[in-house]
């Protein structure tokens, strides 16, 4: 039997390390190949790691909730059976290194990870030295042990806990087959509040704690959080925003909504009015391709994208994470309704992939859904624009010459005033806003 060494491989978009969140195997237990072992978080997303061979788990090389470099050995396993193609004395040279060719093709390796981890450790070159083994042995074990009654949750119900100090094994699950959901995590937490999480450490302007009350509260900031944070530091103190606002009768988009939800053509897809936005925002697009655009600091040019990749921001339980619809100019409004559906259900079960956070070209921020009239969004690195879609709100306005009772609401739109000058920024904004107070043109123009 020979024993392999399964590095943490690249992982994609440049990224250099990640967070084991779990193990879903444990030290003993037969594995196949492409069978998923672990779950780790990058800077960018939730990621399951598929195993490159079948075996044997001997050993598991990093402890749940440390962050690992890429490279760095995560897990050994046992695989072949190299016995039964021993030479024997005076055997044929030849026949032996033929033998030695049978025994490398009957190790199997995931496409994209490459051979075992000696010839991955000569094409890698040189790394950081790793340690063979955790530096707590005893935790290690532990968590291994604790992984043969591990608590059935999702990655980001788990992740929650983690940031709460709440065991998962304490918390009774309500899902389905008793998964541990998010409301069941949030409500041990309710009925332990009396247990506090974190003690603050009383300094010299700090009020004495009250029994059974926290003072301080730690979160450390790290994956999706710690990216999200230094990407809008970097955009905030590099491109040099402009924000503008409209705000405007949409009365007659929200009763467009309503017809289209009673048809046919959408019974099965979830009809929102930032569907009706988007579509709005990508047409709108073709006249003013400047907001579709960005800037090559290293080469100073204008780069203009003739591609619409719509991102959505999107409040999950890891924190902001933007993933775009590819080529979203080129669907429908079902089709872009469906995708954005499917997107938001994606990013709220932590299920985001590293790709579909990549590429945006533009981005809208729905802030109306948490009762928000407006803001003044940062701008995702990389992009000419973000839309801010405001709540709507019935309110007296101005109708064919006389006050009714109409749907309102406002865009904001910040832009990168290197790339979009104020005319530019302006013209694009009214033309979505022309649209939506009447979908007649939208229609015509789709």
Not at 31 to 54: D, F, R
Request: charge should be negative; include cysteine; glycine fraction near 8%.
């Amino acid at each position: 039997m020979s024993v392999e060494s399964f590095q943490l491989p690249d992982l994609g978009e440049g990224l250099t390390e990640a967070e084991l969140i779990s193990w879903l195997v444990k030290v003993g237990d037969t594995i196949e190949l492409n069978q998923i072992i672990a779950e780790v978080e990058t800077a960018k997303a939730s990621v399951e790691l598929p195993s490159p061979y079948a075996g044997t788990v001997v050993a598991l090389k990093a402890v749940e909730g440390t962050t690992m470099e890429v490279g760095a050995p995560i897990i050994e396993i046992s695989v072949g059976n190299t016995a039964e193609l021993a030479p024997s004395a005076g055997a044929d040279p030849q026949d032996q290194e033929a033998r030695g060719h049978e025994a490398e093709e009957r190790v199997p390796v995931l496409v994209g990870y490459g051979v075992s981890g000696a010839s991955a450790s000569r094409r890698r070159g040189k790394r950081r030295p790793q340690e063979d083994a955790p530096a707590n042995p005893t935790s290690a074990t532990a968590s291994v042990e604790r992984g043969t009654e591990r608590p059935a949750a999702k990655p980001p119900v788990r992740f929650l806990a983690k940031q709460k100090g709440i065991d998962l094994a304490a918390v009774s699950g309500t899902g389905p087959d008793g998964r541990i959901t998010r409301s069941d995590v949030l409500g041990y937490e309710a009925a332990h509040t009396d247990a506090p999480s974190v003690m603050a450490k009383a300094g010299p302007a700090t009020l004495p704690a009250v029994a059974g009350q926290t003072t301080e509260t730690r979160t450390p900031v790290k994956g999706v959080r710690r990216h999200t944070a230094d990407a809008m530091v970097r955009s905030a103190f590099t491109a040099p925003h402009v924000t503008e606002f409209i705000t405007f009768d949409i009365t007659r988009t929200v009763e467009l909504l309503s017809n289209l939800r009673a048809s046919q053509a959408f019974a099965d897809i979830k009809l929102t009015p930032l569907a009706l936005v988007a579509k709005a925002l990508v047409v709108a697009l073709r006249d003013n391709p400047s907001l579709n655009s960005y800037w090559d600091e290293h080469a100073q040019e204008i780069v203009t994208k003739h591609y619409v990749n719509l991102g959505i921001a999107a409040a999950t339980p890891r924190g902001l994470m933007v993933p775009n619809i590819k080529d979203a100019d080129r669907l429908g409004l079902r089709d872009l309704a469906k995708s954005l559906v499917e997107l938001t259900r994606t990013a709220k079960e932590g299920k985001t992939s590293p790709a579909d956070l990549a590429g945006g070209t533009i981005t809208i921020t729905n802030v109306g859904v948490f009762g928000v009239d407006a803001g003044t969004p940062i701008l995702n690195p990389g992009e000419a624009a973000i839309l801010c879609f405001g709540a709507i709100r019935k309110q007296p306005w101005e109708f064919e010459g006389e006050v009714a009772l109409r749907s309102v609401t406002t865009l904001s739109l910040s832009f990168d005033h290197r790339l979009v000058d104020g005319e530019q920024g302006s013209r694009f904004l009214s033309d979505i806003a022309a649209m939506l107070s009447d979908p007649l043109q939208l229609i015509a123009l789709s």
